[in-house]
């Protein structure tokens, strides 16, 4: 299956945490790997059709002290259709939309996405379900003339993303940059969930995945994975569960009482 995982913190944070472990679960996740982040307003996204373990960029990213951001998005891919892995078809995918750069990321299949959902200027470049339906996300988002900024717009994106969810799985990360929106399936496929740093000081690990995350005093945040990367303190999004999440806060619930 494709796993998500993206993290939502206070201050900008590098990558020498180990973000390497989470691509590790490429074994099963063999067909692409990305890793979006925003060094400022504008969105860097570095993916490859190829697992984790196969590529020299991966190395560089976990080291890199440069790489510094509040806000990450990543993805490792297992294709469910079509033919070989293409660099169009892996996760992340990217648009502009009134100078925000969005970025998405797809985890289950949207079966009837094609028939169903309408298309208008933004329009994939690959063949998967995911970006079609990001594309048509985005016309809505334009058409509506929203911006993803206050709770009355946040509940028109989950009812978006109920809708969409009634042609298959679906679970999904979508930024513009300021803020992460994550979307649990409303028939609980697969599964998200949420960690928060500091907690209680002890690290998110299990035997084959460590984050350590290194944050002195105030730099608070949360994280999101389709798996929970140790077996207490993470907490299941409810089924159909809609999360906003801007520099390391919880602003919005559709099921329960935010911070």
């Not at 509040?70 to 169009?88: D, F, I, M, Q």
């Not at 379900?129 to 985005?138: A, M, Q, T």
């Not at 009812?159 to 803020?179: F, V």
Request: proline share 6%; net charge neutral; charged share 20%.
């Amino acid at each position: 299956m494709c796993e998500l995982m993206a993290l939502s913190f206070s201050q900008p944070l590098s990558t020498d945490f180990a973000i390497g472990p989470f691509g590790g679960r490429g074994a099963d996740n063999p067909h692409g790997w990305g890793l979006a982040w925003y060094p400022d307003h504008s969105l860097a996204l570095v993916k490859e059709p190829v697992s984790w373990q196969a590529s020299p960029h991966t190395a560089f990213l976990q080291t890199y002290p440069g790489l510094r951001s509040r806000l990450y998005l990543a993805h490792v891919r297992h294709k469910t259709t079509g033919g070989e892995p293409t660099h169009a078809d892996t996760h992340p995918f990217a648009r502009e939309l009134r100078g925000r750069d969005y970025c998405f990321a797809h985890n289950g299949t949207l079966e009837s996405v094609f028939n169903k959902l309408r298309l208008g200027r933004f329009r994939p470049v690959g063949a998967t379900d995911s970006e079609h339906f990001f594309c048509h996300l985005l016309e809505e988002l334009d058409q509506a003339s929203a911006c993803l900024t206050t709770p009355a717009s946040w509940r028109w994106l989950h009812g978006q993303l109920l809708a969409a969810n009634r042609l298959g799985q679906l679970n999904c990360l979508l930024t513009d940059g300021e803020r992460l929106f994550c979307y649990h399936d409303a028939a609980g496929y697969k599964g998200l969930h949420l960690g928060r740093v500091p907690d209680e000081n002890r690290p998110f690990m299990d035997a084959d995945l460590k984050v350590a995350v290194s944050v002195p005093g105030r730099e608070t945040g949360y994280i999101i994975a389709t798996r929970p990367f140790r077996e207490r303190g993470w907490e299941t999004f409810q089924p159909g569960e809609l999360m906003v999440f801007a520099a390391g806060v919880l602003c919005f619930s559709s099921h329960r009482a935010c911070e």
